[in-house]
C-alpha cells in the first residue's frame, strides 16, 4: 500500500506570497494532521481534521488555514508568507480518531 | 500545559553497542500515549515504538526498548546492538487522551544520534 504522500516535495516563494501544500493519506485512512518543522526543532503541531471537519489547532496565525476534501486529501494554505514560515510541513494521516499517525515526507518550504 | 523535553541534542555510539536516549514530559493527563519516532535525512518520519500509559509493562519493538517511568514521567529509548541504519534524529511524543479537541502529538526537540562504524 502507498504511503502518506506530499506535494511539492520543495517550494521555494518570496515574502508575502501564498503557497498551497497538498497531502494525500494513506488509503482508507480518514485524519489527516499538519505539523511544521522549523530546522533544528521538533514538529508542532497546526491543524488535525476528521471527516473533512477541524478537530484541532495549534498556536498559528490565521494565516494558516486548512481544509480536507471528500476523498480525505488535504490542503495546507499559507497567506502572506514570512521569512519564519520557512520550515518542514509534515502531514500525517490516521486510520480513525486515534494515537496512530503515519508521516509523509514532507514538504520543504523556503520563503526569501 | 504538555512539555516534551530531550535533553540530549546529539549522542554517539560505537556499532553493535547499546545506547539510551532520554525524555521527560510534563501533563496532568492520566491516560495518554507516548511514542519515539525516527527521522533519518530522508527526513521520513518513522514510528519505531509506542507504549501506553495505563500499561505497567514497557513496550519492545526487537532491538528497541523502552523505559517507562509514569510516576517521574520519563521515557527513554534504548537501543540495542546499534546499527549504522539507526543514525537519525530521535524524537520523542506525546498524545494526551482523545477529546473533541483533536488528537494532537507534541514532540520535544530531537536527539541526534550517530552509529560510529
Known amino acids: 500500500d502507498a504511503g502518506v504522500t506530499q506535494s511539492p516535495t520543495h517550494l521555494i516563494k518570496t515574502r508575502g506570497q501564498q503557497v498551497t501544500l497538498r497531502c494525500s493519506p494513506i488509503s482508507g485512512h480518514k485524519s489527516v494532521s499538519w505539523y511544521q518543522q522549523v530546522l533544528g526543532q521538533g514538529p508542532q503541531f497546526i491543524f488535525q481534521?476528521?471527516?473533512?471537519?477541524?478537530?484541532g489547532r495549534g498556536n498559528f496565525p490565521d494565516r494558516f488555514s486548512a481544509r480536507q476534501f471528500p476523498n480525505y486529501s488535504s490542503e495546507l494554505n499559507v497567506n502572506a508568507l514570512l521569512l519564519g514560515d520557512s520550515a518542514l510541513y509534515l502531514c500525517?494521516?490516521?486510520?480513525?480518531?486515534?494515537?496512530?499517525?503515519?508521516f509523509g515526507p514532507g514538504t520543504r518550504l523556503t520563503v526569501t | 500545559a504538555q512539555t516534551v523535553t530531550q535533553s540530549q541534542p546529539e549522542m554517539s555510539v560505537q556499532e553493535a553497542e547499546t545506547v539510551t536516549l532520554s525524555c521527560t514530559y510534563d501533563?496532568?493527563?492520566?491516560?495518554?500515549?507516548l511514542f519515539w519516532y525516527k527521522q533519518p535525512p530522508s527526513r521520513q518520519m518513522i514510528l519505531v515504538i509506542r507504549q501506553e500509559a495505563y500499561k505497567q509493562q514497557n513496550a519492545t519493538e526487537n532491538r528497541f526498548s523502552v523505559n517507562f517511568q509514569k510516576a517521574a514521567k520519563s521515557f527513554s529509548l534504548k537501543i540495542s546492538d546499534s546499527q549504522l541504519g539507526d543514525t537519525a534524529m530521535y524524537f520523542c511524543?506525546?498524545?494526551?487522551?482523545?477529546?473533541?479537541?483533536?488528537?494532537?502529538?507534541?514532540f520535544g526537540t530531537g536527539t541526534s544520534l550517530t552509529v560510529i562504524p
Open positions: 511524543a506525546f498524545s494526551p487522551t482523545l477529546t473533541n479537541t483533536g488528537n494532537q502529538f507534541y
Open positions: 481534521y476528521y471527516e473533512k471537519e477541524e478537530r
Open positions: 501533563t496532568s493527563e492520566s491516560n495518554y500515549y
Open positions: 500525517a494521516s490516521s486510520p480513525g480518531y486515534s494515537y496512530e499517525q503515519y
